[in-house]
């Protein structure tokens, strides 16, 4: 996803718990399919679009743009409920020992798990899952098709195309063609980059 970064310099974001506590209320009420969507929306409002999500009223168009409530979902993240829920979090990730950023921690059904701290190659994240797994090898998961991702997420970025399918960021435009019919986007331009959001 671009990166403008210039609303750092303009209307700093004071704070990511108001977003952190709208997304574990959300969690909490509808699910996590329905809070990962809001972190989506919320990234690239903060990143590609430069809204600030520490903003109320940002917040809560995010949110409404879910179908979901988003007066109503914001006004109770404000309450201690919401502060409440991201301490439970703050709590695991201490007791989960996770000290550094990024952390991932994989885990089986004996909670046996493997901990791989910082940005690491491809390949350190398949040898944990092999030894969480007890695998000698894994069968890749099937690649989504292009129009099955972009009406989950509903806006892809060139970037997330090319890396998501292996595709030079030249050949980007070609490949949208040939994966997708003409009805099923729009192609738009942010930050000097191409994104691409399903048609409704």
Same mark, same amino acid.
């Given at each position: 996803?671009?990166?403008?970064?210039?609303?750092?310099?303009? *209307?700093?974001? !004071? @704070?990511?718990?108001?977003?952190?506590?709208?997304?574990?209320?959300?969690?909490?009420?509808?699910?996590?399919?329905?809070? *990962?969507?809001?972190? =989506?929306? %919320? =990234?690239?409002?903060?990143?590609?679009? +430069? !809204?600030?999500? @520490?903003?109320? @009223?940002?917040?809560?168009?995010?949110?409404?743009?879910?179908?979901?409530?988003?007066?109503?979902?914001?006004?109770? %993240?404000?309450?201690?409920?919401?502060? !409440?829920?991201? +301490?439970?979090?703050?709590?695991?990730?201490?007791?989960?020992? %996770? =000290?550094?950023?990024?952390?991932?921690?994989?885990? +089986?059904?004996? *909670?046996?798990?493997?901990?791989?701290?910082?940005?690491?190659?491809?390949?350190?994240?398949?040898?944990?899952?092999?030894?969480?797994?007890?695998?000698?090898?894994?069968?890749?998961?099937?690649?989504?098709?292009?129009?099955?991702?972009?009406?989950?997420?509903?806006?892809?970025?060139?970037?997330?195309?090319?890396?998501?399918?292996?595709?030079?960021?030249?050949?980007?435009?070609?490949?949208?063609?040939?994966?997708?019919?003409?009805?099923?986007?729009?192609?738009? !331009?942010?930050?000097?980059?191409?994104?691409?959001? %399903?048609?409704?």
């Amino acid at each position: 996803m671009p990166i403008d970064g210039s609303l750092m310099i303009d *209307n700093p974001v !004071q @704070s990511s718990y108001p977003a952190s506590r709208v997304f574990k209320v959300i969690q909490k009420n509808h699910g996590d399919e329905k809070a *990962n969507e809001y972190l =989506r929306r %919320a =990234r690239e409002e903060l990143f590609a679009f +430069n !809204q600030n999500v @520490s903003d109320q @009223s940002v917040l809560i168009e995010i949110v409404s743009k879910l179908g979901l409530d988003g007066k109503a979902i914001v006004t109770e %993240a404000e309450q201690p409920i919401g502060q !409440q829920l991201l +301490n439970e979090d703050f709590a695991l990730v201490r007791n989960l020992g %996770a =000290r550094g950023f990024p952390t991932i921690i994989m885990m +089986n059904e004996e *909670n046996k798990g493997v901990k791989i701290v910082g940005g690491r190659p491809f390949e350190y994240y398949v040898e944990g899952l092999k030894q969480v797994l007890n695998k000698e090898e894994l069968q890749p998961k099937q690649q989504t098709p292009l129009s099955a991702l972009l009406k989950k997420e509903k806006t892809l970025f060139s970037k997330e195309i090319e890396v998501m399918y292996d595709v030079e960021k030249s050949d980007v435009e070609s490949f949208i063609k040939k994966e997708l019919s003409s009805d099923e986007y729009q192609a738009k !331009q942010v930050l000097g980059e191409f994104y691409f959001t %399903a048609t409704e």
